[in-house]
């Protein structure tokens, strides 16, 4: 099973709505349905950010390790949507990060 993007309120992070989400789905997607992995995916540009530590607190003895690939499939595209973002201010096209419309 993969989980990708979610958000919350910073206002309410006590009530620990996001860990109870992905422990339901866990549970009910996951076992229910056969699953025998949930994949949270890592943090923001592979980096040990709160993110990544978030979602290591669901295993913490866990030895998987990832990587970020960085092929671009459609150059075309990709710099279209570059160009998209440079017209937005306080954008920084010099940033290392991948993939830099994301930035």
Known sequence: MHYHLSASDRNFQSLAA???LLYEA????????????FHLGGGVGSREDNLLKFK??????????FAIGKKIFAP????????????????????AFFPLYRG
């Open 56 to 65: 290591e607190a669901f295993h913490k003895d866990s030895q998987t390790r």
């Open 26 to 37: 866990a549970c009910f997607r996951g076992l229910e349905h056969g699953c025998r992995s």
């Open 76 to 95: 075309g595209k990709y710099r279209e949507l570059v160009e998209l973002r440079m017209e937005e201010s306080g954008f920084d096209g010099e940033s």
């Open 18 to 20: 996001t860990e109870l």
